[in-house]
């Protein structure tokens, strides 16, 4: 099975801060990489995804993530972070069987105002 | 627009006792179908998958089954809980087509006493 490794679990940070949270992945051929973000009390949603082209990929409400094969990295950005972006993320990879997805363990952002 | 139902919300359950969660989707065909335990700390496992009536992928071996007998229902069963089944279990779905991302329901929390 694949394996994907969030090293962050709990992340803390002040408004207008910037965020970046890690992820990575062990799968050596083609992959597809999402990040999902579940806010307090709701289901999880889709953040971005990357599947090919470009690897700075863009979401929604001012997130991207940058895939670097090399490093089999595909970490979340934000250049500046708003308290509503408390939530708890995951990362989550297809690759092999694209029917299945696994997830890593998760980070919960704790955003001050 | 598709959606996805998840149902019931909350679960107590005496240790022993069968179980039976149920999952439906609406607006699309021949999804693939997903059952995944959410655990604090610890990301979402990947337990059941489906592309198909009476298909079924189990990932971890563990005290619970899956049916999916109509093309939009999925469900998780088990015919005696353990109190290590106690958790939060998610449905998800996505077209099968491409690299669509999974879309998840709202999750049931199950509480074995």
């Known amino acids: 099975a694949q394996s994907v490794s969030q090293h962050n679990h709990h992340v803390i940070l002040s408004e207008a801060a910037s965020l970046e949270l890690g992820c990575n992945y062990s799968y050596g051929g083609t992959v597809n990489l999402f990040w999902y973000v579940q806010y307090p009390g709701q289901h999880l949603q889709l953040l971005l995804k990357?599947?090919?082209?470009?690897?700075l990929v863009k979401g929604i409400k001012g997130f991207e993530a940058e895939f670097i094969k090399s490093k089999f990295s595909f970490n979340l950005r934000k250049p500046s972070v708003q308290w509503s972006d408390t939530a708890e993320y995951f990362c989550a990879v297809n690759a092999g069987d694209f029917n299945k997805f696994y997830f890593g363990s998760g980070t919960k952002l704790n955003v001050k105002p | 627009s598709q959606t996805i139902h998840q149902w019931p919300a909350t679960l107590v359950q005496p240790v022993g006792s069968p179980l039976s969660l149920e999952c439906t989707v609406e607006?699309?065909?021949?999804?693939?179908l997903y059952w995944y335990r959410q655990a604090a700390g610890r990301g979402l496992q990947l337990l059941f998958y489906s592309v198909g009536i009476g298909q079924i992928s189990s990932e971890v071996p563990q005290n619970l089954s899956a049916s999916r007998p109509q093309d939009r229902q999925f469900i998780l069963s088990s015919k005696k809980l353990l109190l290590s089944d106690s958790g939060f279990y998610l449905c998800a779905w996505n077209s099968g087509v491409g690299n669509s991302p999974l879309h998840f329901g709202n999750g049931t929390r199950l509480t074995v006493t």
């Open positions: 607006g699309t065909s021949n999804p693939n």
């Open positions: 990357y599947f090919s082209g470009d690897p």
